[in-house]
């Protein structure tokens, strides 16, 4: 069996950014609130007809050229998204066309926040097994748009962006991805979704009304189920791998908050010095939030060949993960 190697990451997030003090003049905010809960200083939004297969398919390209892979190599394309560009067909289609990748099938998967992990948990499946040579994840979200805007306790924390990593066999030890581990709880949904606009519960106007088209969030309960789910998934990949946390070199968490990584940190005894945190410039991107922060680690060279990676996901669903890479 072939090892599944990372042959490159890359990210791209829009150039509008919306800082605390931008928030503050839209809803009863302030940036020291902000800033003491969540780690929070900017975001950034999508301009006017930007969407979220235009931001995957630059930090595809950025990915591609990293990996030194043609966009008629790519076997598959797997796009992680909770804010498709449309309702039918999936974002990875028109990322597709865009990149001109002719020669793979594509698809989307909605984990939320958790997506990449999952996306990257996949691939392995088809590298491993040698059925696939060159496998696309993209994690790509446009949050703004499903944001209520009159709600100061969710709409301060997420932004938009998108990150991606180009997968493929290898037979040697270096940027092979060595495990994932992917868990769910579905009775817990309630805690965190966008009630209205499915099948089953349509757009009326008493839904538009009471914002039922937009993120919901029980915010106290996230926090707790996040620590807690986290820090378990990051045990358990060490566990699995027999490795102890002096072992990992570098640990990126879901870039949520800042509260929420230092209490896994805490938990777990992790040096904050280990830690990659980049929630401070681009808020929560969902599904974007570990490909970014893995690429910018990687390309501000706090990954080194030889570095133990560790990385802990989580996100509505719930759902949540983690992911060992030796670099
Ligand atoms: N500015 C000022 N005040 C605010 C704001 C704001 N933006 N938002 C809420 N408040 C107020 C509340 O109205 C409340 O006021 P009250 O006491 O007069 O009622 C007060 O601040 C405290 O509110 P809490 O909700 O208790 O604040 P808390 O300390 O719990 O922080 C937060 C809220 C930041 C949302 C926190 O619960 C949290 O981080 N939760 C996790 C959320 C998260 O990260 N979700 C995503 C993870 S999963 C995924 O990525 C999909």
């Known amino acids: 069996m072939k090892k599944t190697k990372i042959l490159g990451t890359g990210s791209y997030v829009p150039k509008k950014v919306l800082t605390n ?43 591609m050229e990293a990996a030194h892979t043609a966009a008629d190599q790519l076997d598959m394309i797997i ?13 990875a289609c028109l990322l597709q066309d865009k990149l001109k990748a002719k020669n793979a099938c594509v698809y989307d998967i ?3 926040c958790s997506g990449f992990v999952y996306g990257l948990s996949i691939a392995d499946q088809y590298i491993k097994t040698e059925s696939m040579n060159r496998i696309l994840v993209v994690g790509t979200e446009v949050m703004t748009k499903i944001l209520n805007w009159k709600d100061r306790s969710t709409c301060v924390l997420f932004g938009d962006g998108s990150g991606a990593a180009v997968l493929g066999p290898t037979d040697q030890s270096e940027r092979v991805l060595l495990s ?13 979704e966008i009630p209205a606009g499915g099948t089953g519960t349509e757009w009326t106007p008493d839904a538009f009304e009471r914002g039922d088209h937009l993120v919901k969030m029980k915010g106290k309960e996230v926090f707790r189920e996040a620590v807690e789910s986290m820090s378990s998934a990051c045990e358990i990949a060490l566990q699995k791998a027999n490795l102890t946390i002096p072992d990992i070199d570098v640990f990126i968490p879901h870039q949520a908050n ?26 929560n991107t969902s599904g974007a939030s570990i490909p970014i922060a893995l690429d910018e680690a990687v390309r501000q060279g706090k990954i080194k060949s030889g570095h133990k990676v560790l990385i802990a996901t989580f996100g509505a669903g719930f759902a949540w993960g983690s992911a060992l890479i030796q670099w």
């Open 258 to 283: 800042s509260r929420i990584i230092y209490a896994i940190a805490k938990r777990l005894h992790f040096p904050e010095e280990k830690i990659f945190i980049n929630v401070d410039k681009y808020g």
């Open 180 to 192: 994932t581990h992917l868990f769910s709880n579905g009775s817990l949904y309630h805690l965190l």
């Open 21 to 63: 003090e931008d928030l503050s003049r839209i809803v009863d905010t302030d940036n020291e609130w902000i800033y003491s809960r969540t780690g929070i200083k900017e975001r950034r939004m999508v301009a006017e007809g930007e969407t979220g297969s235009d931001l995957a398919y630059h930090s595809s390209l950025k990915a």
């Open 110 to 112: 909605n984990v939320a």
């Open 79 to 91: 796009v992680a998204t909770l804010t498709p560009e449309k309702r039918l067909p999936a974002t």
